[in-house]
């Protein structure tokens, strides 16, 4: 059976657009990307997104999918061998915890974002919440849940990636209190698909992203971003 065309609309930052190119990238599916401003969002993609969010995946040239959830679930289910178990039970834990790891992401942009100070270390101390759990539930055997590959590795791996790259004294991702996480973020990292996840200049547009921020955490974590160099 020939694979549907896929084009998947991003935003060159976003992480949930980073787990749908890992997923895409891990498959082994072809697909077209194009990037957008979200400051100025086009026409024809607000049409086409009911949220007006990303990814937005648009099938065949007419049909648009949208969560980046559903979008690499419908990426693994086109080619073998799935991402996701088969058991019902465990299935459903896994898009718990998903869905779990969508919020960590959020509480990651609170932790960035901060005005003040004591925001700062509220989102702190909220992520780090989050971490806890993951590195409770994490098998580090290699990937997340085992020896193989899920939807849950494509799923946490722009969160990490993140978190490495803005190391900070106050920040929530401390590897040596994560040490499952820690060793499984290694591994995930050198992936080619992971590597290879983000366009070129990732680093130098998080900085700007950072910069542009008003008040406390985005100025400081694009400080000690650039003191670090590459």
Same mark, same amino acid.
């Given at each position: 059976?020939?694979?549907?065309?896929?084009?998947?609309?991003?935003?060159?930052?976003?992480?949930?657009?980073?787990?749908?190119?890992?997923?895409?990238?891990?498959?082994?599916?072809?697909?077209?990307?194009?990037?957008?401003?979200?400051?100025?969002?086009?026409?024809?993609?607000?049409?086409?997104?009911?949220?007006?969010?990303?990814?937005?995946?648009?099938?065949?040239?007419?049909?648009?999918?949208?969560?980046?959830?559903?979008?690499?679930?419908?990426? !693994?289910? #086109?080619?073998? /061998?799935?991402?996701?178990?088969?058991?019902?039970?465990?299935?459903? *834990? %896994? @898009?718990? &915890?998903?869905?779990?790891?969508?919020?960590?992401?959020?509480?990651?942009?609170?932790?960035?974002?901060?005005?003040?100070?004591?925001?700062?270390?509220?989102?702190?101390?909220?992520?780090?919440?989050?971490?806890?759990?993951?590195?409770?539930?994490?098998?580090?055997?290699?990937?997340?849940?085992?020896?193989?590959?899920?939807?849950?590795?494509?799923?946490?791996?722009?969160?990490?990636?993140?978190? !490495?790259? #803005?190391?900070? /004294?106050?920040?929530?991702?401390?590897?040596?209190?994560?040490?499952? *996480? %820690? @060793?499984? &973020?290694?591994?995930?990292?050198?992936?080619?698909?992971?590597?290879?996840?983000?366009?070129?200049?990732?680093?130098?547009?998080?900085?700007?992203?950072?910069?542009?921020?008003?008040?406390?955490?985005?100025?400081?974590?694009?400080?000690?971003?650039?003191?670090?160099?590459?």
């Amino acid at each position: 059976m020939a694979l549907p065309h896929l084009h998947l609309v991003s935003f060159p930052l976003c992480p949930f657009v980073q787990r749908s190119v890992i997923t895409l990238k891990h498959k082994k599916v072809p697909f077209e990307r194009t990037f957008i401003d979200p400051k100025d969002l086009p026409g024809w993609f607000l049409e086409k997104s009911p949220t007006g969010k990303v990814p937005l995946l648009i099938v065949d040239q007419d049909t648009p999918l949208f969560e980046s959830a559903v979008i690499n679930e419908y990426v !693994d289910e #086109l080619t073998p /061998p799935h991402l996701m178990p088969a058991d019902p039970l465990h299935r459903a *834990l %896994a @898009r718990a &915890w998903i869905a779990f790891a969508s919020d960590m992401i959020m509480a990651l942009h609170r932790w960035m974002t901060a005005p003040t100070e004591e925001a700062f270390r509220e989102a702190r101390d909220e992520a780090v919440k989050g971490l806890r759990r993951m590195e409770e539930q994490c098998q580090a055997g290699p990937c997340f849940s085992g020896p193989d590959f899920t939807l849950l590795d494509s799923t946490l791996a722009p969160l990490l990636m993140r978190y !490495d790259m #803005l190391q900070d /004294p106050d920040s929530p991702w401390q590897p040596a209190e994560y040490p499952r *996480l %820690a @060793r499984w &973020w290694q591994h995930i990292s050198a992936l080619p698909e992971v590597q290879d996840s983000t366009v070129g200049d990732f680093r130098e547009r998080l900085m700007r992203f950072l910069n542009a921020q008003e008040g406390f955490a985005g100025p400081r974590l694009a400080a000690g971003l650039a003191a670090r160099g590459h």
